[in-house]
């Protein structure tokens, strides 16, 4: 069993629905939370940075953690074409052995 | 110019050859990894080094060695380069604890 589960999809979403990505994780001492965007032939980069349980809001992005059912989720509203991108979920007992999700490739349709 | 830059960006060569992929940053991090990818799998850790004279090995580094030539610089080695070795590799750096880490754009490498 892999230490991070994430939806594989691909997801395919009209131009202003919302996005929802889930990843589940089996390590109970992982603490800090990331969300990763990837563009085709790029590195990742970071989206969203949560220390702990709880819900963090940047813009039309919102992140949840909740610990107790070890479930971690990032929600894109209001989406647009130019969020189409692969989305990694990497959570980290410390903050250098990331794990990551294999990911989930979104498309926005215009 | 980006702040973590890797080359080759692509690179084909055939079973057995020695192959180094660069990576250097400008941000001023400690802390500098390398990660593969691949489909279906994710990232996965090769090595990381915390500075020039601390290097440790990652979930996957079997078949591959690393060289910290300074603060701005972290290069990976293959030695003899097998198929399987055939992924997209990441160079990242972090500044320190608790801070998250920031990608080059990657080189893709195929060996035939």
């Known amino acids: 069993q892999k230490e991070v589960e994430q939806d594989p999809g691909p997801l395919s979403v009209p131009e202003g629905a919302i996005v929802s990505l889930n990843c589940t994780y089996s390590?109970?001492?992982?603490?800090?939370f990331m969300w990763y965007r990837q563009y085709s032939r790029k590195g990742p980069e970071l989206l969203m940075y949560t220390y702990s349980s709880g819900n963090k809001e940047d813009g039309r992005f919102t992140a949840q953690v909740d610990k107790s059912s070890k479930y971690i989720s990032l929600f894109i509203r209001d989406s647009q074409p130019s969020d189409s991108a692969t989305y990694l979920c990497a959570p980290t007992f410390n903050d250098y052995k990331l794990s990551f999700g294999a990911g989930t490739t979104v498309t926005v349709r215009a | 110019d980006a702040d973590v830059t890797q080359t080759p960006r692509n690179r084909i060569t055939k079973t057995g050859k020695r192959i180094m992929l660069e990576c250097s940053q400008t941000k001023g991090h400690d802390r500098m990894y390398w990660y593969r990818q691949d489909p279906g799998l994710g990232l996965r850790l090769i090595y990381y080094?915390?500075?020039?004279?601390?290097?440790n090995k990652g979930e996957i580094s079997d078949g591959y060695s690393v060289s910290r030539q300074a603060q701005a610089k972290f290069s990976l080695s293959l030695e003899s380069a097998i198929p399987n070795q055939t992924a997209l590799y990441f160079c990242?750096?972090?500044?320190?604890?608790?801070?998250?880490?920031?990608f080059g754009d990657g080189t893709r490498l195929s060996i035939l």
């Open positions: 990242a750096t972090s500044e320190g604890v608790g801070q998250p880490q920031h």
């Open positions: 390590n109970s001492a992982f603490q800090y």
């Open positions: 080094s915390f500075d020039v004279k601390d290097i």
